[in-house]
């Protein structure tokens, strides 16, 4: 009888350990993340950088003025485009690139810039997406920096 209820005790216990152990630590997105629920185009209205001994900080300085309303298109079919809206600058930035994704991320492939790549789906709401993603590269002066930005559907 004792031998039972050890081994009663030890499967509640083990059972308790494996569900907390497999409890999700980010939020579930308040709307499915599908290349139909993406599709848009979204305006980036803030973006921040931090490094592991740096708080964020506001990077949307290091953007002139003209690229301040320019808008990322993502289509239903993976392509995309950098569209150069509002205030146009000279030379016109405008130019097609792609994006791959998952339910949990969508990185930006082929951007002139490569400073904000994407990344993991902080926040979906059907309007509003914040992607947070890694960078290291010469801009970045080889240091790994977390970029968070922040885009809305026009």
Same mark, same amino acid.
Not at 69 to 84: C, G, H, M, P, R
């Given at each position: 009888?004792?031998?039972?209820?050890?081994?009663?005790?030890?499967? #509640?216990?083990? &059972?308790?350990?494996?569900?907390? #152990?497999?409890?999700?630590?980010?939020? $579930?997105?308040? !709307?499915?993340? &599908?290349?139909?629920?993406?599709?848009?185009?979204?305006?980036?209205?803030?973006?921040?950088?931090?490094? #592991?001994?740096?708080?964020?900080?506001?990077?949307?300085?290091?953007?002139?003025?003209?690229?301040?309303?320019?808008?990322?298109?993502?289509?239903?079919?993976?392509?995309?485009?950098?569209?150069? #809206?509002?205030?146009?600058?000279?030379?016109?930035?405008?130019?097609?690139?792609?994006?791959?994704?998952? &339910?949990?991320?969508?990185?930006?492939?082929?951007?002139? $810039?490569?400073?904000?790549?994407?990344?993991? !789906?902080?926040?979906?709401?059907?309007? %509003?997406?914040?992607?947070?993603?890694?960078?290291?590269?010469?801009? %970045?002066?080889?240091?790994?920096? &977390?970029?968070?930005?922040?885009?809305?559907?026009?």
């Amino acid at each position: 009888m004792k031998n039972f209820y050890f081994k009663g005790i030890s499967l #509640a216990v083990i &059972t308790a350990l494996s569900l907390s #152990a497999c409890k999700r630590d980010d939020k $579930e997105l308040q !709307v499915p993340l &599908t290349p139909e629920t993406l599709a848009g185009r979204y305006l980036l209205t803030a973006l921040t950088v931090e490094t #592991a001994v740096t708080a964020p900080t506001d990077a949307m300085s290091r953007f002139e003025p003209c690229e301040l309303d320019d808008l990322y298109e993502l289509n239903a079919d993976s392509t995309a485009n950098y569209i150069d #809206a509002g205030q146009k600058c000279d030379p016109v930035k405008a130019y097609g690139f792609r994006y791959d994704m998952t &339910t949990k991320t969508v990185f930006l492939v082929g951007l002139k $810039e490569d400073f904000f790549p994407g990344g993991t !789906v902080k926040q979906f709401d059907g309007k %509003t997406i914040v992607l947070e993603g890694k960078v290291k590269n010469e801009e %970045t002066l080889n240091r790994e920096v &977390t970029v968070v930005g922040t885009l809305v559907k026009q």
